[in-house]
């Protein structure tokens, strides 16, 4: 594929269809000193198989007495750049992760320079590793931990190795928020590349700091050698240098900036299209046929910008953007503009990620659950008084979803996505931003919802920021289908906001049939979703729409009793000492009791418990049911609370017109949650088509 050109008003660019291509494999990466706002990291790559990113950064971190102090190293003013790891939102021993461009070394003597800034009492550990490229083998070259002072330190690596490599720069944080580390101006040696015919190399001035920027020198017969400027263009010509110097724009150097030789240069009259693969690929006079007009000033210089990536360098499954850079794939369809021209979050491409949402418009596939509880809401930036003043992407018109901890305590909202999952899906994971104001507000957590519910993550209880949202990639494997929920609880003293945005499912996460799968007595909650028959009205909401345990449903359950309304069919006994109580909250003692009641799981919901206060060793309270009859099978399905130093027992039994027979007793130990048990009529010796009482 050759070249092309593309016509606007009269104003002509020669493009190329071998950028990708062209870029000198046996390049050393590129000194990267962070101030380019068209590619802050240069040719290094945030690694996706990390805790967190590294954050570009100037002036002082957010977070106080950690971090630099004064301003960058290149500079040293809070104007210039640096990278850092913010260690305030993420766990203890959390690592952050940037890897570099495949590096073919001249000789063993390559080596990297770079500084680095590790100040605060919470600091960690910085470590540098190298890669294999053949196999993507790490190994350890360096280290340092601990706070290091205010001031930047500057270290020198050589790698002692002659095999194609990577260079993997990590930060793990510390114990705590003043744990900010920071590293600034990364520079290769001239032997981490091969040279050979045809390389080039920028010979900045030596009063400027930019290294994209200078004289433009060619590789002929073992020596560096200028080029003349003569018929040099820089539509063409110049486009063909700086993308065989890895960049993809190419325009004149700043006059204050130009760097003359001392030497006459020795090629002269470059011709090129624009598809040339190297600038001795174009047309010249021949190497060493010189215009009398070249001198030493009259020399090539060129300012190269917006660096070009590398694919190869990404991964195999990196994803190529429009405008020529790549991304590690699972940055795409992250909502985040990780390709710079929002290539990667194209619609065409992202809509085969299911659950895919950023609530600008409503909650799509996703729903609250009814739990008795709370929903989650929509609402803006703008509109938002304490919680977040934008979304993810800190626009402030952009919508997410909030819950007020304040105007909520003790209660529970869950979200969940309306459709359901195969098992054993092939790299499925779930991406999602969350945000927490203050630790008090409550824990947000994923649920994978199944036969047996289980938590796959539950926020950091480190993680509190008034501005910034967290980012998680969890991965899901599970060995039978499954919905994906997300739920938030806000404790009896919570105050804050918690908050989502961007939700979103891999491809791998395979959507299943709406039939149901279930054998045996199925019930159909009136959302769709089926669950086993034995699931309705035992108090948890196996339907996302609580249809299982809807009122007119569990009524004719006999002994179906929530407390929420007094004692139901239930009955105190004359013959003990002691009376069941109708309480919600916690009790009135101390270190024993429930805080919240099973059904609501709040402190508004009810219960009947046993106050022991002023009571005597052994004295007993019964709970009577109504009498029943059963003809097939009858179960008694309860949930119990038992906490404190002085707990005794509870006991359960059956007792016909006859006889009674106590069949359960727990043990004497404390346990500060609700447990849930069951009692079989049949187990217990009660005879068929008789009846009994619990």
């Given at each position: 594929?050759?070249?092309?050109?593309?016509?606007?008003?009269?104003?002509?660019?020669?493009?190329?269809?071998?950028?990708?291509?062209?870029?000198?494999?046996?390049?050393?990466?590129?000194?990267?000193?962070?101030?380019?706002?068209?590619?802050?990291?240069?040719?290094?790559?945030?690694?996706?198989?990390?805790?967190?990113?590294?954050?570009?950064?100037?002036?002082?971190?957010?977070?106080?007495?950690?971090?630099?102090?004064?301003?960058?190293?290149?500079?040293?003013?809070?104007?210039?750049?640096?990278?850092?790891?913010?260690?305030?939102?993420?766990?203890?021993?959390?690592?952050?992760?940037?890897?570099?461009?495949?590096?073919?070394?001249?000789?063993?003597?390559?080596?990297?320079?770079?500084?680095?800034?590790?100040?605060?009492?919470?600091?960690?550990?910085?470590?540098?590793?190298?890669?294999?490229?053949?196999?993507?083998?790490?190994?350890?070259?360096?280290?340092?931990?601990?706070?290091?002072?205010?001031?930047?330190?500057?270290?020198?690596?050589?790698?002692?190795?002659?095999?194609?490599?990577?260079?993997?720069?990590?930060?793990?944080?510390?114990?705590?928020?003043?744990?900010?580390?920071?590293?600034?101006?990364?520079?290769?040696?001239?032997?981490?590349?091969?040279?050979?015919?045809?390389?080039?190399?920028?010979?900045?001035?030596?009063?400027?700091?930019?290294?994209?920027?200078?004289?433009?020198?060619?590789?002929?017969?073992?020596?560096?050698?200028?080029?003349?400027?003569?018929?040099?263009?820089?539509?063409?010509?110049?486009?063909?240098?700086?993308?065989?110097?890895?960049?993809?724009?190419?325009?004149?150097?700043?006059?204050?900036?130009?760097?003359?030789?001392?030497?006459?240069?020795?090629?002269?009259?470059?011709?090129?299209?624009?598809?040339?693969?190297?600038?001795?690929?174009?047309?010249?006079?021949?190497?060493?046929?010189?215009?009398?007009?070249?001198?030493?000033?009259?020399?090539?210089?060129?300012?190269?910008?917006?660096?070009?990536?590398?694919?190869?360098?990404?991964?195999?499954?990196?994803?190529?953007?429009?405008?020529?850079?790549?991304?590690?794939?699972?940055?795409?369809?992250?909502?985040?503009?990780?390709?710079?021209?929002?290539?990667?979050?194209?619609?065409?491409?992202?809509?085969?990620?299911?659950?895919?949402?950023?609530?600008?418009?409503?909650?799509?596939?996703?729903?609250?659950?009814?739990?008795?509880?709370?929903?989650?809401?929509?609402?803006?930036?703008?509109?938002?008084?304490?919680?977040?003043?934008?979304?993810?992407?800190?626009?402030?018109?952009?919508?997410?979803?909030?819950?007020?901890?304040?105007?909520?305590?003790?209660?529970?909202?869950?979200?969940?996505?309306?459709?359901?999952?195969?098992?054993?899906?092939?790299?499925?994971?779930?991406?999602?931003?969350?945000?927490?104001?203050?630790?008090?507000?409550?824990?947000?957590?994923?649920?994978?919802?199944?036969?047996?519910?289980s938590d796959l993550w539950t926020i950091s209880s480190t993680f509190a920021s008034y501005s910034q949202w967290g980012y998680k990639d969890i991965s899901i494997n599970a060995s039978e289908s499954f919905h994906v929920c997300f739920e938030a609880v806000i404790p009896t003293t919570g105050n804050g906001y918690l908050g989502l945005d961007d939700l979103s499912l891999t491809p791998g996460c395979i959507i299943a049939s709406d039939e149901c799968e279930l054998t045996g007595p199925i019930f159909t909650c009136d959302d769709g979703l089926c669950i086993h028959y034995d699931y309705i009205c035992d108090h948890i909401h196996h339907c996302f729409d609580a249809s299982d345990e809807n009122a007119t449903l569990c009524e004719d359950h006999v002994g179906y009793c929530t407390f929420e309304n007094g004692f139901c069919d239930w009955k105190q006994s004359v013959e003990d000492d002691l009376e069941w109580i109708m309480n919600s909250g916690g009790t009135p003692s101390q270190g024993t009791g429930p805080s919240v009641d099973h059904t609501l799981e709040n402190q508004f919901g009810s219960y009947a418990y046993l106050e022991t206060s002023y009571t005597n060793d052994g004295d007993y309270a019964d709970f009577v049911s109504p009498w029943l009859y059963y003809s097939d099978s009858c179960d008694l399905r309860l949930y119990f609370h038992m906490?404190?130093?002085?707990?005794?027992?509870?006991?359960?039994?059956?007792?016909?017109?006859?006889?009674?027979?106590?069949?359960?007793?727990?043990?004497?130990?404390?346990?500060?949650?609700?447990?849930?048990?069951?009692?079989?009529?049949?187990?217990?010796?009660?005879?068929?088509?008789?009846?009994?009482?619990?």
């Amino acid at each position: 594929m050759g070249a092309f050109r593309v016509v606007f008003g009269g104003i002509c660019f020669l493009l190329s269809s071998y950028f990708t291509d062209i870029v000198n494999g046996t390049a050393k990466p590129l000194t990267c000193n962070f101030e380019s706002a068209d590619s802050r990291l240069c040719q290094w790559q945030q690694m996706s198989a990390d805790d967190f990113n590294w954050t570009p950064q100037s002036g002082q971190t957010v977070s106080s007495n950690t971090g630099p102090q004064y301003g960058d190293h290149t500079y040293g003013s809070s104007s210039g750049y640096y990278l850092y790891i913010e260690a305030s939102n993420v766990d203890p021993n959390a690592n952050a992760r940037i890897i570099s461009p495949v590096i073919d070394p001249l000789d063993s003597t390559c080596a990297m320079t770079f500084y680095y800034n590790m100040y605060g009492q919470h600091i960690g550990s910085l470590h540098v590793y190298v890669v294999v490229a053949s196999d993507q083998s790490e190994s350890e070259i360096w280290s340092i931990a601990g706070t290091k002072g205010s001031s930047w330190i500057g270290q020198t690596l050589i790698f002692n190795v002659t095999y194609k490599f990577q260079v993997i720069i990590e930060a793990v944080r510390g114990s705590g928020y003043a744990g900010d580390i920071a590293i600034d101006d990364i520079s290769f040696s001239n032997t981490c590349e091969k040279f050979e015919n045809g390389s080039l190399r920028i010979v900045k001035h030596q009063q400027s700091s930019y290294t994209n920027q200078g004289r433009i020198d060619v590789y002929i017969n073992g020596n560096w050698r200028s080029i003349c400027n003569r018929n040099f263009d820089l539509e063409t010509d110049g486009i063909v240098a700086c993308i065989q110097l890895g960049y993809r724009k190419a325009d004149s150097s700043p006059t204050e900036y130009l760097v003359f030789d001392d030497q006459d240069p020795i090629i002269d009259n470059i011709q090129c299209f624009g598809n040339e693969t190297s600038l001795l690929d174009c047309g010249n006079d021949g190497v060493g046929v010189i215009n009398t007009i070249c001198g030493a000033t009259t020399v090539v210089n060129l300012k190269c910008s917006d660096i070009i990536d590398r694919c190869e360098d990404i991964g195999n499954d990196a994803f190529p953007c429009d405008n020529i850079h790549c991304v590690p794939s699972g940055e795409k369809c992250d909502f985040a503009n990780n390709c710079g021209d929002n290539s990667d979050e194209e619609r065409s491409i992202c809509e085969m990620y299911p659950g895919r949402n950023s609530f600008q418009t409503d909650f799509g596939e996703w729903a609250n659950v009814v739990t008795n509880g709370i929903d989650w809401s929509r609402t803006y930036g703008q509109s938002s008084i304490v919680g977040p003043s934008a979304d993810h992407n800190d626009q402030t018109t952009g919508y997410f979803l909030l819950l007020d901890a304040s105007s909520n305590v003790g209660k529970k909202a869950q979200l969940c996505y309306e459709r359901k999952f195969e098992a054993n899906s092939i790299d499925c994971s779930v991406r999602f931003y969350y945000y927490r104001n203050i630790a008090t507000a409550g824990e947000i957590s994923l649920i994978l919802r199944t036969t047996s519910p289980s938590d796959l993550w539950t926020i950091s209880s480190t993680f509190a920021s008034y501005s910034q949202w967290g980012y998680k990639d969890i991965s899901i494997n599970a060995s039978e289908s499954f919905h994906v929920c997300f739920e938030a609880v806000i404790p009896t003293t919570g105050n804050g906001y918690l908050g989502l945005d961007d939700l979103s499912l891999t491809p791998g996460c395979i959507i299943a049939s709406d039939e149901c799968e279930l054998t045996g007595p199925i019930f159909t909650c009136d959302d769709g979703l089926c669950i086993h028959y034995d699931y309705i009205c035992d108090h948890i909401h196996h339907c996302f729409d609580a249809s299982d345990e809807n009122a007119t449903l569990c009524e004719d359950h006999v002994g179906y009793c929530t407390f929420e309304n007094g004692f139901c069919d239930w009955k105190q006994s004359v013959e003990d000492d002691l009376e069941w109580i109708m309480n919600s909250g916690g009790t009135p003692s101390q270190g024993t009791g429930p805080s919240v009641d099973h059904t609501l799981e709040n402190q508004f919901g009810s219960y009947a418990y046993l106050e022991t206060s002023y009571t005597n060793d052994g004295d007993y309270a019964d709970f009577v049911s109504p009498w029943l009859y059963y003809s097939d099978s009858c179960d008694l399905r309860l949930y119990f609370h038992m906490e404190g130093q002085d707990v005794e027992h509870l006991e359960i039994g059956t007792s016909t017109r006859t006889s009674a027979s106590p069949t359960f007793k727990t043990e004497r130990f404390s346990r500060n949650f609700w447990r849930y048990t069951s009692l079989s009529a049949a187990d217990n010796n009660v005879p068929i088509n008789t009846e009994f009482q619990v």
